[in-house]
T-cell receptor, first 116, second 112 residues
Framework: AQSVAQPEDQVNVAEGNPLTVKCTYSVSGNPYLFWYVQYPNRGLQFLLK??????LVKGSYGFEAEFNKSQTSFHLKKPSALVSDSALYFCAVRDPLMEYGNKLVFGAGTILRVKS | NAGVTQTPKFRVLKTGQSMTLLCAQDMNHEYMYWYRQDPGMGLRLIHY???????AKGEVPDGYNVSRLKKQNFLLGLESAAPSQTSVYFC???????????FGPGTRLTVL
């Protein structure tokens, strides 16, 4: 079964410092990986995806993610954190078996808190 | 464009009551999904639809029913609510691209 793990329930970082939110995956076949962000009382918003190609993918709001096949990881990064980045972040993988209408399998989420 | 909208935003039910959650999208998307979000568990797929008039079970369908009579609407029904159905419910839709789903703002449901 496809799965993603987000090992940290919460990440705390000071404004202006680099941030990393970790994600590891387990899939059969080529992984299609995603990051979504959820602000308080809002639905999830798409940040970025990795399908194929360069291991470093860039997304919205200055975020980027690094795909590492040997470590089966897809960590989310940002060079300089903003207070407004504080939110709940979800890593997800698309089921390559394409069951359930190409459903996404989500991790449990990581709360990011950026302090000024 | 409003994107994906959900009504109601909040609801409190008593055990055994029924209700319907409405999801509407104005992007002409074929695919629509209902998820529930519970602390520490991420989002789990309840039901989904691949087009008007079609529905299919997801990972956790028990206790829920859905209908997709119109392409833009996807209804989630609880026939007899149970406390275990206390959750935040999200609707999502996607178009031809298999990569990005668009989410509604969610409905927070409490079953007493």
């Amino acid at each position: 079964a496809q799965s993603v793990a987000q090992p940290e329930d919460q990440v705390n970082v000071a404004e202006g410092n680099p941030l990393t939110v970790k994600c590891t995956y387990s899939v059969s076949g080529n992984p299609y990986l995603f990051w979504y962000v959820q602000y308080p009382n809002r639905g999830l918003q798409f940040l970025l995806k990795y399908i194929t190609g360069d291991n470093l993918v860039k997304g919205s709001y200055g975020f980027e993610a690094e795909f590492n096949k040997s470590q089966t990881s897809f960590h989310l990064k940002k060079p300089s954190a903003l207070v407004s980045d504080s939110a709940l972040y979800f890593c997800a993988v698309r089921d390559p078996l394409m069951e359930y209408g190409n459903k996404l399998v989500f991790g449990a989420g990581t709360i990011l808190r950026v302090k000024s | 464009n409003a994107g994906v909208t959900q009504t109601p935003k909040f609801r409190v039910l008593k055990t055994g009551q029924s209700m319907t959650l409405l999801c509407a999208q104005d992007m002409n998307h074929e695919y629509m999904y209902w998820y529930r979000q519970d602390p520490g568990m991420g989002l789990r797929l309840i039901h989904y639809s691949v087009g008007e008039g079609t529905t299919a079970k997801g990972e956790v369908p028990d206790g829920y029913n859905v209908s997709r009579l119109k392409k833009q609407n996807f209804l989630l029904g609880l026939e007899s609510a149970a406390p275990s159905q206390t959750s935040v419910y999200f609707c999502a839709s996607r178009g031809d691209s298999p990569w990005e789903q668009f989410f509604g703002p969610g409905t927070r449901l409490t079953v007493l």
